[in-house]
């Protein structure tokens, strides 16, 4: 069984390639939501939602989020009703969150709302809450603090960053079969999703970064970042808020009790093997996700990086394994661009049967690593903004960190 952690866009379409090239049974994904929120009364929350529609081949390719194919009727009805519209809910996709809204009004936790709706969709996956409990991501800035929604969505990343935080984090606790599957992993993927607010709420849930240091699993990640910025997004914008270089070496720090293998692309030769020098482990591999052929191959070296298990492809050499002392560095041609291009329908293919596979559990003895240069903290701005959505606050949720 394969352990995914993941959250964002970048992560969907990591799931996207990963569903490709193994059987969806043996995936289990741990997911982030720090960005839920009530919206018209409904429960919604965001990263559930799109990556369960990208494993029932419902996400929208041109939007990036959403269902294929809606319309936006009721919207536009309660536009003219006076109502919030900003966040841009289409009329399928409310069906989604009236039927996880009843479930948990009628008292099921979400992650009961999660299965339910997975087993309508025909999901075969397993998806994770990453707690039943609520933790809210808020963004400090110059005029006040936000939620992830108002600062990402309403306000377009347009504001300065001053903190980051996880409220409710320190009350909260994992989510039902989490820690057991990250513990029974035999090997566990981080997503090209923002370490801050995508991975970093997961991370800030109690026991759960605990897990990862001691699960048997060897522990690949995947940088969202590429040449010093965001492939899209405020990624690098909340790393340098946070005291973290947007860099990969940024995206190790922020992994480095327990990250084995730290996967980047290949226009991160040089930093990669700076990095080499300080103990960690790189791999370059090519890391744009434009195409389903694109993901399925992102999703295969990763695999290959963390697991002795075959994995599916056309024309596949078959099992791949890994000296953890060794990684060779791969090359690409392909070139890089900061736009995010719209996802492709995933192309059809018949998993091949993995034979379940004995692991001992890997010792993690402490490594000496020399600082890393932080970087600048001015980002070039993505070329897209996402399209705008509108937001209704939580309850604000008690931290005592």
Request: glycine share 8%.
């Given at each position: 069984?394969i352990?995914?952690l ?6 969907a379409?990591?799931?996207?390639g990963?569903?490709?090239?193994m ?11 720090g ?5 018209w009364?409904?429960?919604v929350?965001?990263?559930i939602?799109s ?23 009721c919207?536009?009805a309660m536009?003219?009703l006076?109502?919030?519209?900003w966040?841009?809910t289409?009329?399928r996709d409310?069906a989604m969150h009236l ?5 948990m009004a009628e008292g099921k936790t979400l992650?009961?709302?999660t299965a ?6 025909g999901v ?13 991501t808020?963004?400090g800035t110059?005029?006040?603090?936000l939620?992830?929604e108002?600062?990402?969505?309403q306000r377009w990343?347009?504001?300065p ?11 909260a606790?994992?989510a039902?079969?989490v ?16 370490p ?6 997961i991370l800030?849930?109690p026991g759960?970064r605990e897990?990862l240091?001691?699960a ?5 990640a ?6 010093g910025?965001?492939v899209?997004?405020?990624a690098?914008?909340l790393?340098?808020?946070q005291?973290?270089?947007s ?7 922020a992994?480095?009790d ?8 290949t226009?991160?030769a040089?930093p990669?093997e ?7 482990r790189v791999?370059?591999a090519q890391t744009?996700?434009?195409?389903p052929?694109?993901?399925a ?5 990763a695999?290959?990086?963390v ?10 050499a078959g ?6 002392t060794s990684l ?11 736009e ?5 329908a ?17 010792e993690r003895a402490?490594?000496e690593?020399a600082p890393?240069?932080?970087a600048p903290?001015?980002?070039?701005p ?9 937001f ?5 949720a008690d931290?005592r960190s």
């Amino acid at each position: 069984m394969i352990c995914v952690l993941t959250g964002g866009t970048g992560g969907a379409k990591f799931v996207d390639g990963l569903r490709q090239v193994m059987p969806a049974e043996e995936i289990t994904l741990i997911v982030n939501t720090g960005d839920d929120l009530l919206w018209w009364g409904l429960y919604v929350s965001p990263d559930i939602d799109s990556i369960t529609y990208v494993l029932s081949g419902m996400l929208s390719r041109e939007r990036g989020w959403g269902v294929k194919g809606d319309t936006f009727l009721c919207l536009q009805a309660m536009g003219q009703l006076g109502e919030p519209t900003w966040f841009h809910t289409g009329d399928r996709d409310l069906a989604m969150h009236l039927l996880r809204s009843r479930h948990m009004a009628e008292g099921k936790t979400l992650s009961e709302a999660t299965a339910i709706v997975s087993d309508k969709l025909g999901v075969k996956a397993r998806i994770l809450p990453m707690s039943d409990s609520r933790v809210e991501t808020r963004i400090g800035t110059p005029v006040g603090e936000l939620s992830f929604e108002e600062y990402f969505v309403q306000r377009w990343y347009q504001d300065p960053v001053n903190s980051v935080r996880f409220a409710g984090a320190s009350d909260a606790e994992p989510a039902p079969g989490v820690i057991e599957a990250i513990e029974a992993a035999d090997a566990i993927l981080i997503a090209p999703s923002n370490p801050v607010t995508s991975i970093g709420p997961i991370l800030a849930v109690p026991g759960i970064r605990e897990a990862l240091c001691r699960a048997k699993g060897k522990i690949g990640a995947i940088s969202p970042i590429i040449s010093g910025a965001p492939v899209n997004g405020p990624a690098g914008i909340l790393m340098v808020a946070q005291g973290l270089p947007s860099s990969i070496a940024g995206v190790a720090q922020a992994y480095e009790d327990f990250l084995d293998v730290l996967i980047c692309d290949t226009r991160d030769a040089r930093p990669a093997e700076v990095l080499r020098k300080t103990g960690m482990r790189v791999q370059c591999a090519q890391t744009i996700m434009r195409t389903p052929e694109d993901k399925a191959e992102l999703a295969r070296k990763a695999l290959a990086l963390v697991s002795a298990s075959p994995v599916s492809e056309q024309g596949a050499a078959g099992p791949t394994s890994l000296d953890r002392t060794s990684l060779d560095q791969t090359s690409s041609g392909q070139s890089f661009s900061d736009e995010a291009a719209p996802d492709k329908a995933a192309s059809e293919q018949t998993p091949v049967e993995r034979a379940p596979v004995e692991r001992a559990p890997v010792e993690r003895a402490p490594v000496e690593r020399a600082p890393v240069e932080q970087a600048p903290a001015e980002q070039a701005p993505a070329e897209q903004a996402p399209a705008g959505r509108p937001f209704v606050r939580f309850h604000r949720a008690d931290d005592r960190s």
